[in-house]
């Protein structure tokens, strides 16, 4: 599975998720999936109501409001994203737990290191089995 990101939607998460330290920050990704390629054509910046450092949950009026847009625009939500402000890019056993749609990406931007984010992709499946994905981010 490969997820193709442009660079300007990459920076926007990068922002989002910079701006709302030291707490996590989270999202919704539109697009379209063709075979094994997910294409991101529009991001959703969310509110973290839970307004926490380790978890988040997405302000269910945003959500809707983004699923809406998505519909209307002719895409449908491919995957969300969030932050880990203190701990690597990789699922906590609380994002598994969580990861209800195993047909959507589940990105996570680690923040640890200073000037260093990571961003990755996952796929998680009913059983929480986890597999990283390819991220291509383009111009």
Known sequence: MKVVLK??????ILSHCTAG???ESCGLLAG?????TVTVT???LLTNIDASREHFSMDPKEQ???LKDARANGYKIVGNFHSHPESPSRPSEEDKRLAFDPSIEYMILSLMEEGHPVLKSFGIDKEKNVTVHEIEIQE
């Open 7 to 12: 660079n300007s939607d990459y920076n926007t």
């Open 21 to 23: 330290l030291p707490n």
């Open 32 to 36: 379209t999936k063709e075979n094994d």
């Open 42 to 44: 529009k991001v959703y």
């Open 64 to 66: 809707l409001a983004a």
